[in-house]
């Protein structure tokens, strides 16, 4: 007969005095259940390995793979070392140098703290330790294959300590079949120690792939020089400096312009107290702080070192500890985000036609297939205008003209003397682009893109300062929606006044809207209307104030800006040139898109082999 209960199946299980079928698991798979959650594949046992040598105090640590670390993995530093008795309890579950009480988890200074990547990695490898103290004439060796353990022997070798860890998973087919190819594997082993180089300024990293050096970062290399030895001299010397304070809290690195955001966070790396992290309010901090400049979908580039008190800060969130918990969560995001868009807004947002240039020089792009070498004619002579600007010139019922420096004609129009005075004469390509002359060359301009740039600032700028002009209508527009709909706007039809959206009910199913913002470009009320029910209803939660400003206000400037194929007349272009000025040249339109691409005449000698 079955019990009626779980709990009358207990009882009755104790009444006849049996076992049960709760147990205690013995130790050995206690500690490769831990190594499910630490240890997922090499990457995992280099940053492990890696993290205990700078807790050690090392100033060189260097890595040794082998088939991408599925064969070997080998962290050698030269850190303090262990004793005999550290060197017993080394593979032991939860034994730690780094915590002594409860009380220590408010306050983690150190990378490791919980005691379990040795003991995990033990259960699954074949491994061994070799470690010697600088006061020791002998180190000592230990070994755990899968779990058994030998005693410390007496070994030679120099100060510090190397860990070797051999055949990972060998006693888990299961878990060692999900692993990847060599070549993969080595990828994720070689961004951890990227991430660790970039993280730790003042260690030098050795990595090697079966007997090949694969990175090398010497101990007194700065943060720009490890990123250029990393991802080379392009993104490096494009690198604009972070340096920001707020009390405890500091913010130091590097962030790029938004042209280097790419398709993924690979190059976007945090570090907090030296601890690598990939932590969704950082990432936010980034995302918001880059808002506008970069294409939606792509990811800015930055390498962030953000100091502060351990105590406001929870890292014993998750074993592998990439995520943590702040504990003034608010004031931190807005420092972190005003810091960061200040830096972000110094870097060289111009597209710069070198870049394109260099892009097609690498396709070989050069020449027509087939076709000889041309004769690189050389600078241009002393004398010849090198440095000059060059002029567009109009001439009635001909095309535009471009004069060569030092070639010009006295009737041309020149640039103001050291500086850029905006003036024509302007060359309009297909109706969407213009060409101009600048200072140090020239720049083509996407005119809907800059003007969609300038007229969304605009807006922002009047809302902000509660000073937007509103067009009003004699007679309201009455825009047919959803009962749902209607109800959503009415609860934020104060925050659309803000920004010079006017509309009430008209109804159970109607709105009317009786003005719109008069900046705006052949306005849609049904069309604005329809946008702002977009952004409320496209967040899970009701949006901030100035979260709804921002959205509307971008979606309204791209439908009231100048489109690709409307002629713009040349006064025209000047006002919005004009305009673009006051907000810095507007480089990006609030999508990301870039509003401007600029050639120097250094590009076009480039271009035209001349150097």
Not at 7 to 20: I, K, L, P, Y
Not at 335 to 346: D, G, I, M, Q, T
Not at 570 to 598: K, M, N, Q, W, Y
């Amino acid at each position: 007969m079955e019990p009626d209960s779980e709990e009358d199946g207990v009882s009755g299980a104790r009444s006849r005095g049996e076992a049960g079928v709760i147990r205690v698991l013995d130790e050995l798979v206690r500690n490769q259940i831990a190594a499910g959650e630490v240890i997922e594949r090499p990457a995992s046992v280099v940053k492990e390995l890696v993290e205990n040598a700078v807790d050690a105090g090392a100033r060189r640590v260097r890595v040794d793979l082998e088939e991408g670390g599925l064969r070997l993995v080998r962290v050698t530093d030269d850190g303090t070392g262990m004793g005999a008795p550290d060197l017993a309890r080394a593979f032991a579950p939860h034994a730690t140098s780094k915590l002594r009480d409860a009380a220590d988890l408010d306050h983690i200074a150190s990378l490791g703290f919980r005691g379990e990547a040795l003991a995990s990695i033990g259960s699954v490898a074949r491994c061994a330790i070799f470690s010697r103290r600088e006061d020791e004439e002998l180190g000592g060796r230990v070994e755990n294959e899968g779990g058994r353990l030998t005693d410390p022997a007496e070994a030679g070798g120099p100060c510090g300590t190397s860990v070797e860890v051999r055949d990972l998973f060998f006693n888990t087919p299961a878990r060692r079949r999900f692993l990847k190819r060599p070549s993969t594997e080595l990828a994720r082993c070689t961004d951890v120690l990227q991430r660790a180089a970039l993280g730790q300024l003042g260690i030098g990293f050795v990595l090697t792939h079966d007997g090949a050096r694969v990175l090398d970062v010497e101990p007194e290399m700065d943060l720009r020089a490890r990123v250029r030895r990393a991802f080379g001299a392009d993104l490096a010397e494009s690198l604009e400096q972070v340096d920001a304070r707020d009390g405890t809290t500091v913010l130091t690195g590097l962030v790029a312009p938004p042209r280097f955001a790419r398709r993924d966070a690979s190059r976007q790396m945090w570090f907090l107290n030296g601890r690598t992290l990939r932590d969704r309010v950082l990432v936010r901090c980034l995302k918001d702080a880059y808002r506008g400049w970069v294409l939606d979908g792509r990811q800015p580039v930055a390498f962030l070192h953000l100091a502060m008190d351990p105590g406001a800060v929870d890292v014993n969130v998750h074993p592998a500890k990439a995520e943590v918990r702040f504990r003034d969560q608010r004031r931190l995001f807005g420092f972190l985000v005003n810091a960061l868009r200040e830096a972000a807004s110094r870097t060289e947002m111009a597209t710069p036609g070198a870049s394109m240039l260099a892009s097609a020089a690498g396709r070989g792009e050069r020449g027509a297939p087939g076709q000889g070498a041309i004769t690189d004619p050389g600078p241009l002579p002393r004398g010849s205008g090198a440095a000059e600007p060059l002029v567009v010139r109009e001439v009635a019922g001909a095309p535009p003209i471009v004069d060569l420096p030092g070639r010009r004609e006295e009737a041309a129009p020149t640039l103001a003397e050291g500086g850029d005075d905006l003036a024509g004469p302007y060359l309009t390509i297909a109706s969407t682009y213009v060409a101009r002359a600048v200072p140090d060359g020239f720049e083509l301009v996407d005119q809907h893109a800059l003007h969609e740039r300038v007229t969304y600032e605009e807006l922002l700028a009047d809302a902000r300062a509660g000073a937007v002009e509103v067009q009003g209508y004699l007679v309201p527009e009455l825009v047919e929606l959803s009962a749902a709909e209607v109800d959503l706007l009415a609860r934020h039809a104060g925050d659309l006044a803000r920004i010079g959206i006017q509309l009430e009910p008209f109804g159970a199913t109607t709105v009317a809207v009786g003005g719109v913002p008069a900046r705006l470009r052949r306005p849609d009320p049904a069309e604005l209307v329809r946008v702002a029910l977009g952004v409320l209803e496209s967040r899970r939660e009701a949006p901030a104030a100035e979260d709804l400003l921002e959205d509307v206000l971008h979606s309204a400037a791209c439908r009231s800006s100048a489109m690709a194929g409307d002629d713009l007349d040349p006064a025209e272009i000047r006002s919005l040139l004009e305009r673009a000025r006051a907000f810095d040249g507007a480089p990006t339109c609030p999508h990301g898109r870039p509003t401007r691409v600029r050639f120097t005449l250094a590009d076009l000698e480039r271009a035209f082999g001349r150097r």
